[in-house]
DNA sequence: CAGTGAGCGAGCTTCCGCTTGACTT
């Protein structure tokens, strides 16, 4: 029998370190927290020191029941949770929950996954740090008290089913903001001037672009300007080269995983978690959540000898990452390859993908810096005060960037050319000079991956957050995350060319926008609700000062229910003030009054979103709704789009001996058709289709639905091979039966799929079973 | 899956941070 008990948070931890400890040791998993406030109860007892009641959720009760179990057969329980404040909390509720007194555990940390580290870690134990436990609590608590009070308001007062929280909150608020900034963005026009050189060069032409360094703000200033060039005379008054360089960027940590995996190969926050997931589970890379930047030495000598192998020793700069970002507590190591030497993986694309992306970060980390040298050349107008400045880059030495080059957020491209060879007093041949129409941009929209940027750097959320809060903020219909085709803008163009001047007009696309979020009618009214009464919690510093109460916790300077108590009691009276006085908080909007009746048409969020209204619940007759469609906004909505609302539903003829009915309903603008509902394309309005394109749209369904069927039976109208999302699968009676990959679904006959449907129910049983034994073992 | 919205009132929703699967028509 084992002596030792190891308990870890992850089940691919907890094999690994099985490998390097002795046959003397159990190793097992908690798989995070096991206890917590209970789920559906506030769980906290405010009138008595905010005593907290944690239970074990039920999901949890079969890891505690064989974790109890498996500890009262060991001597030592060795407690090895992550070294933060979440880990320790683990611990302790880990040493609570399976009854384990002083002498039966050992706390123990390790900071990389190493036989070495393992085995000083064992060394080294001691106990449970209870400040550390007191932080957390005070951290998870008052997250507790924040969400539970909050949300509830925002039923009332907004819409059932809402949330507000210490993160999600704010993630809201960052994008409501940005979105009203741009809203307000006047874009600021100048004209940018370029002159285009051409050089002669042991016999070589060479052209080179240089710029003015003013900007004029009229085009009559830039038609004057072009207008002084006329039969000027241009000479390099100056050259200076300056050496430069580039560093590589630090190891990953999850934040900017995300982000270089959003931006190079376009994965949502989500997808790349999953991945990653995967690769972590299969030991390809390093735990996938985390702040920190630092590589093990163990790692550091592997990529070294890479580096030394396949680039030289010219290439190699080895590195301490420190970098931290605002609370990061650092438990684990930056995001690696496992196995520096494995360059490539087996695995899905994606798999791949992601696994090149950190393997080239990681190696990319230890090499030398990139070296450049700048040029910048100055260039005298005879006929203007104004110079010329023309600059380029030569790469001396590529260091790094032979392996991989950091994107960045900026949309704005910058060109980086090679300038040909010049000497003071050259005089130039000058080719052409444009004078260009820009219009100052707005401030990007966020993505979903540059919002995770920038609650890092507020040091709001965690790595193990970032990817729910994002969905979150999405599933309650705060925010959306959408793409907008741009429009087309024109802009001045004009060209000094052989002394003649010559006007023109180009066009440019502006204003694309791929996966950006945007906030929508519901997530700009409660972000204006909580402005208004809670701003305090809707401060970009909130969390971070909070840290700095929750850090003293951990030092033993301030007591946890201090902190809360400190906080509370004005947040709760807030709570409960702005219950009783303020009214319906529904961003209502008066639009005018409707010239039949004559009665007040309002926008508002109603209970089931954003809509409109036809008079008022006091008048006698009852009050008129409509739902606004998906791209109106209560902000924009003009009366007459309104009352064009009221216009649904519509008939609009008679297909087969039946009606066709035009209206929108939850899932959008819909054709109804002999009970049947047939969706209007989203670029199509219900309020001007005709019958001719609703009997079209009927038909293509009913193609649509000729198609899906791979298989009818005809003794069976009940079961039928259909092709789903998910290929090819049996329907029957309702249910559905996945078809294994092996079997062709073109040549099942009628007893095998019978055989199926019996096996997939027989399995369904198998495993409720069982869980149920899971279930009855505690 | 799809037309709701006043009023009455029951019963539901909700936080953040640790972890994985089960399951999708």
């Known amino acids: 029998m084992e002596k030792n008990l190891v308990i870890v948070e992850s089940p691919a931890k907890a094999k690994t370190i099985k490998n390097f400890l002795g046959k003397q040791y159990l190793v097992k998993s908690s798989y995070g927290h096991v206890r917590d406030l209970s789920k559906s109860k506030l769980g906290v007892d405010v009138e008595n020191n905010f005593s907290p009641n944690y239970e074990i959720p039920s ?25 933060d404040r979440e880990g320790e909390a683990i611990s302790w509720h880990l040493a609570e929950s399976l009854n384990l007194d002083e002498k039966k555990y050992k706390r123990i940390v390790f900071h990389e996954i190493t036989p070495k580290a393992i085995k000083q870690a064992i060394e080294n134990p001691r106990k449970i740090d209870t400040n550390l436990v007191n932080a957390q609590q005070a951290r998870r608590i008052l997250d507790r008290l924040v969400g539970f009070e909050l949300s509830p308001l925002l039923w009332k007062k907004v819409k059932p089913s809402l949330s507000a929280g210490r993160v999600q909150s704010v993630a809201v608020r960052l994008i409501v903001e940005r979105e009203r900034e741009i809203k307000n963005f006047k ?19 060479h052209t080179f672009r240089a710029e003015l360094p003013k900007r004029f703000k009229t085009k009559k200033e830039a038609l004057e300007f ?29 934040s900017t995983l995300q982000q270089e995996a959003s931006r190079k190969l376009g994965f949502s926050v989500a997808r790349t978690m999953t991945v990653a997931q995967r690769l972590y589970e299969s030991g390809m890379i390093t735990y996938m959540r985390t702040d920190s930047v630092n590589l093990s030495n163990t790692a550091i000598e592997a990529t070294k000898k890479i580096i030394l192998q396949q680039y030289g020793e010219s290439y190699l700069k080895t590195r301490k990452y420190t970098a931290k970002s605002k609370g990061a507590q650092e438990a684990h190591e930056a995001i690696r390859p496992t196995f520096m030497k494995e360059n490539e993986i087996k695995g899905t694309q994606d798999d791949q993908k992601l696994y090149d992306l950190i393997w080239k970060r990681t190696i990319a980390s230890q090499m030398s810096d990139a070296l450049f040298d700048k040029t910048n050349v100055t260039i005298n107008i005879s006929t203007s005060e104004h110079k010329f400045q023309a600059s380029g880059e030569v790469l001396k030495f590529d260091g790094f960037l032979k392996v991989y080059i950091e994107s960045t957020d900026d ?33 990007p929209r966020y993505t979903e991956a540059s919002l995770v940027k920038k609650l890092e750097e507020l040091g709001i959320g965690r790595p193990s957050t970032y990817a729910p809060t994002i969905s979150t903020i999405q599933k309650r219909e705060y925010v959306v995350k959408e793409s907008k085709e741009g429009v087309k803008r024109n802009f001045d163009f004009i060209v000094l060319k052989d002394n003649k001047i010559n006007e023109t007009k180009r066009s440019e696309n502006t204003g694309v926008e791929k996966n950006k979020l945007f906030p929508t009618d519901i997530g700009i009214v409660v972000t204006n609700f909580l402005l208004e009464y809670f701003n305090n919690i809707l401060d970009y510093n909130f969390t971070a000062n909070l840290e700095k109460e929750f850090d ?11 902190v809360i108590d400190n906080f509370y009691w004005t947040f709760h009276e807030k709570v409960e003030d702005t219950n009783k006085k303020s009214q319906k908080f529904s961003g209502e909007r008066l639009l005018g009054k409707d010239p039949s009746t004559g009665r007040n048409v309002y926008a508002k969020i109603g209970r089931y979103g954003p809509m409109v209204q036809i008079g008022d619940a006091e008048e006698d007759e009852k009050p008129k709704f409509a739902a606004i469609l998906k791209e109106q906004s209560l902000e924009n909505i003009t009366l007459k789009e309104a009352l064009d609302l009221f216009k649904l539903p519509r008939s609009i003829g008679n297909y087969e001996g039946k009606e066709l009915v035009a209206s929108i309903g939850r899932y959008g603008p819909y054709i109804r058709f002999d009970n049947k509902f047939f969706s209007i394309p989203a670029d199509e309005d219900p309020l001007s289709i005709n019958k001719d394109r609703a009997i079209e749209l009927i038909e293509e369904k009913r193609e649509a639905e000729r198609k899906k069927v791979i298989k009818n039976f005809d003794n069976d109208s009940e079961t039928k091979i259909l092709k789903g999302r998910w290929g090819p699968y049996i329907s029957h009676k309702g249910k559905n039966i996945k078809i294994p990959k092996n079997l062709n679904p073109e040549t099942i006959d009628y007893n095998e799929c019978l055989e199926l449907i019996k096996q997939a129910t027989s399995d369904k049983k198998k495993r409720t079973t069982s869980k149920k034994a899971a279930k009855k073992k505690k």
Do not use: M
Not at 59 to 83: C, H, I, P, R
Not at 187 to 205: L, N, W
């Open 59 to 83: 999901d949890k009760k079969a890891v505690v029941s064989e974790l109890k179990k498996l500890s009262k057969q060991t001597d030592t329980v060795w407690l090895a949770t992550d070294e």
């Open 187 to 205: 874009p600021e026009v100048s004209y940018r001037i370029y002159a285009y050189f051409q050089v002669e060069s042991k016999g070589q032409k």
């Open 226 to 254: 072009l207008e002084s060039c006329k039969d000027a005379v241009y000479i390099v008054e100056k050259t200076e080269t300056k050496p430069s360089k580039k560093s590589p960027a630090a190891p990953f940590t999850t």
């Open 411 to 443: 949309e704005e491209e910058t060109e980086t050319s090679i300038l040909p060879p010049l000497k003071t007093n050259e005089k130039l041949q000058l080719n052409e000079i444009n004078a260009i129409q820009r219009f100052s941009k707005h401030p």
């Open 552 to 562: 003293d916790i951990a030092k033993g300077l301030n007591q946890w229910n201090k």
